[in-house]
């Protein structure tokens, strides 16, 4: 394990590659991102008076062709006394080496390396499931999807799931069954072959159209391209597959909150609407598949949002922290 370095957000926060051997397009990598806690409040301590969140532990996975850049959404947690850290996926943002496909995985379950190697960076013991501290995952898009089937394979191990409009479903989920044959087909005998792409580039410009002055995002386009990457066939099953042991039902144990748009958009042409709206998810779709994770499943679905809310323009972002401080508040007066 390498050391700790400043990471490419300043001076707040740092860097941590994680060696995860090497497969065949050569090493793998992961990268864990931890946010400096600012200055304790050192009279409040001495009053008795402790953070919220002290002896809670965060860890945010991003979703597809995506990777960790929001500061903000660090500082709400940091601020109330937890531990933030956020891990780039092998094959994406700060973990994507030369020669590699980016973000291509075959199968879910293989980011069990990824998760278990930050949870042990994180002083989480051995596997990275033994802590006396709890432990909260906070997952976007199909970083949501990854941490729920997570979640599911390890239960006890995470004290709360978090999802900012997870990836629990297929765009029009009466599709995935009529594809899944032909997917799994494909992953087969051509994995690496690419499908047509069909991201006109419209989510990215509702990002920009909304952007706020007072909260800025500096974005890597390189990381986080305007058009999605590509999407191959081997990947593709691997994602349908994880929607379908969704489908069947997760049985997280650990309580559930997702936040969801109130309303989708189909990205076919531009116009203002895709500024208020999810443009990637079917928000219904996912809402009713979220129901299945687990017995205890808040949703909260927030009007003028975008498919990441807290990229939403003001009014929604701001929605969101409320709603995310309000269900946080509530789950530490019930442990």
Known sequence: MTEWIRDVLGDEFQQLTLDLGTDEQGPVVATLVRALP???????RIRGRWPL?????????????????????ARFWTSRGARFFALDLRKYGRSLRDGQT??????????????????????????GIESSRRLVLLGHSTGGLVLSLWASRHPGAADAVILNSPWLEFQFAPARAAIAPMVELQARIRPMEAAPQVDLGFYTRAQ???????????????????????????????????????????????????????????PTRWSEELTSADSVLVVD?????????????????????????????????????RRLERWV???????
């Not at 600012?38 to 409040?44: G, I, K, S, T």
């Not at 009713?288 to 809310?309: C, F, K, N, P």
């Not at 508040?329 to 442990?335: E, K, L, P």
Request: proline share 5%; with cysteine.
């Open 38 to 44: 600012a200055e304790p409040d050192l009279w409040n």
């Open 53 to 73: 969140l002290d002896g809670v532990d965060v860890l945010y996975v991003h979703g597809w062709s995506d990777y960790f850049f929001q500061k903000r959404l």
């Open 102 to 127: 980016p973000g291509y995985v075959a199968d879910l379950a293989t980011y069990d390396e990824d998760i278990g190697a930050a949870l042990e960076a994180m002083g989480r013991g051995q596997g």
């Open 208 to 266: 920009l159209e909304v952007a706020d002055p007072d909260d800025p995002m500096e974005v890597n386009p390189l990381w986080r391209p305007a058009q999605t990457m590509a999407v191959y066939a081997g990947w593709l099953h691997a994602i349908l597959s994880g929607h379908k042991a969704v489908a069947a039902g997760l049985g997280i144990t650990a309580p559930v909150c997702v936040l969801l748009s109130a309303r989708f958009v189909p």
């Open 285 to 321: 779709d996912i809402a009713r598949a979220a129901l299945r994770l687990g017995a205890s499943v808040t949703v909260e679905r927030i009007d003028g949002a975008l498919h990441d809310v807290f990229l939403s323009r003001h009014d929604a972002r701001e929605d969101a922290y």
């Open 329 to 335: 508040t509530g789950w530490c007066a019930a442990i």
